[in-house]
């Protein structure tokens, strides 16, 4: 059974920094793709960060480049979003997703693995 469960979300001020996990089971973690998408209310879930199974490539949405650094430990099977210099449009639930392949992707029919998500809430 695969679960992806998030944790690390709450309520901070814009500013500050929060870092997300994700720890992964029932998969070869090393063999998927991972990724970190949000969906803010009304909106429709968007990509945010990847990282390549191997861990040397990373890819972000415009939105976060620079703020946003997405990574991956492979003795824990967790992958991590750290989120610094936050802002109020960064109120979302965050989903991280896990898709069999080498390359990362921002398409998000390309994940075929979902968690619950964490609800991160940035006031001004």
């Known amino acids: 059974q695969v679960q992806l469960v998030e944790s690390g979300g709450g309520l901070v001020q814009a500013g500050d920094s929060l870092r997300l996990s994700c720890a992964v089971s029932?998969?070869?973690?090393?063999?998927?793709?991972m990724g970190w998408f949000r969906q803010a209310p009304g909106k429709e879930r968007e990509f945010v960060a990847a990282?390549?199974?191997?861990?040397?490539?990373?890819y972000y949405a415009d939105s976060v480049k620079g703020r946003f650094t997405i990574s991956r430990d492979a003795a824990k099977n967790t992958v991590y979003l750290q989120m610094n210099a936050l802002k109020p449009e960064d109120t979302a639930v965050y989903y991280c997703?896990?898709?069999?392949?080498?390359?990362?992707?921002?398409?998000?029919?390309?994940?075929?693995?979902w968690g619950q998500g964490t609800q991160v809430t940035v006031s001004s």
């Open positions: 029932g998969l070869t973690f090393s063999m998927y793709r």
């Open positions: 997703a896990a898709g069999y392949s080498a390359q990362a992707s921002s398409i998000q029919l390309r994940y075929d693995y």
């Open positions: 990282i390549i199974r191997s861990g040397s490539s990373t």
